[in-house]
């Protein structure tokens, strides 16, 4: 079955600072869903991006479907930003999403 | 708003004593998921609803079982919990399962084992 792998598995940062965390899938994909994670276990979605570039305020994402990996940018990051991030894909034929293992994200004050 | 509701948000049981977790939608979604998510893992799909038709995974352990009564409601009954069932419990719906299946998550219930 289809691999996703996020990287890095940890990222701490101090506020204010960008970052982006990277998602690679090993097979064609019909959805791809960035989720935020909050500290109380909320699954949070972000975007859903099987293709192309989405923004949303300090957030935004690229997926680039043919190379097989998506990328989520935060900028200016916040404190509240902190929590586990986490992509999901539903490759092609199937109809089950397939989580990452996710990236933890700390954004110190 | 429309959202997904999970009932409760911390369920504490004790070992062997069944268990029952609740979950409702005001999306009118066809479709609602059941994950189970351990520390520090992503979450796993246990089953899911298409409309009426049950959906299990394969690996699913026989002591999970659901009811989805109508649209808006689906249950997760835990037969006989072990202590290796303490997890977060995600409900999510989708409204269908094909091409463009964005999923929408709760806030989870928490399960502790005693």
């Known amino acids: 079955g289809i691999q996703v792998e996020q990287s890095p598995p940890d990222l701490i940062l101090q506020e204010g600072a960008n970052s982006t965390l990277r998602c690679n899938f090993s097979d064609s994909v019909n959805n791809l869903q960035w989720f935020h994670q909050n500290p109380w276990g909320q699954l949070i979605n972000l975007f859903y991006?099987?293709?192309g570039t989405k923004q949303n305020g300090r957030l935004s994402a690229t997926t680039v479907a043919t190379e097989r990996y998506s990328l989520l940018y935060i900028s200016s990051s916040q404190t509240t930003d902190s929590g586990v991030y986490f992509c999901?894909?539903?490759?092609?034929?199937?109809?089950?999403?397939?989580f990452g293992q996710g990236t933890r994200l700390t954004i110190n004050p | 708003d429309a959202m997904v509701i999970q009932n409760p948000r911390y369920q504490v049981t004790q070992f062997g004593k069944p268990v029952t977790l609740s979950c409702s939608q005001t999306l009118n979604h066809n479709v609602m998921y059941w994950y189970q998510q351990k520390s520090s893992q992503a979450p796993k799909l246990l089953f899911h609803y298409y409309d009426k038709d049950f959906n299990n995974e394969a690996d699913t352990p026989d002591n999970f079982q659901s009811r989805r009564p109508n649209t808006s409601f689906c249950f997760l009954d835990i037969r006989s919990p072990g202590l290796g069932d303490a997890a977060m419990y995600l409900c999510?719906?989708?409204?269908?399962?094909?091409?463009?299946?964005?999923?929408?998550f709760g806030a989870g219930t928490r399960l502790s084992v005693l």
């Open positions: 999510a719906t989708s409204r269908d399962p094909g091409l463009k299946n964005i999923q929408y």
């Open positions: 999901a894909a539903v490759p092609q034929g199937a109809q089950k999403l397939v």
């Open positions: 991006i099987p293709s």
